[in-house]
């Protein structure tokens, strides 16, 4: 990941399970400004879908997408309009 890429906010939400990881990502989002970029962190399988339709919904772009020990990190850009 380069410097334009570096996520300005981080949400740790291991452990939450659904919907928990969804609308806490979406009122962490509603805070920010377009453009801006944060990485989230979640060990609940149903992100992975649940998120998948939430960027393509609202627009946002993945930058990053891994998966490692049982924890999803995403690294999300707020879409310029949502």
């Given at each position: 990941?380069?410097?334009?890429?570096?996520?300005?906010?981080?949400?740790?939400?291991?452990?939450?399970?659904?919907?928990?990881?969804?609308?806490?990502?979406?009122?962490?989002?509603a805070k920010m400004a377009a453009?801006?970029?944060?990485?989230?962190?979640?060990?609940?399988?149903?992100?992975?879908?649940?998120?998948?339709?939430?960027?393509?919904?609202?627009?946002?772009?993945?930058?990053?997408?891994?998966?490692?020990?049982?924890?999803?990190?995403?690294?999300?850009?707020k879409a310029l309009a949502s």
């Open positions: 990941m380069n410097a334009a890429h570096d996520p300005i906010h981080t949400l740790d939400l291991s452990g939450l399970v659904c919907p928990l990881p969804l609308l806490k990502t979406k009122q962490a989002m453009g801006e970029v944060i990485r989230v962190i979640a060990t609940d399988k149903s992100v992975v879908i649940d998120f998948r339709v939430f960027i393509d919904r609202f627009g946002h772009e993945l930058i990053e997408f891994s998966e490692a020990d049982e924890h999803f990190v995403f690294v999300l850009r």
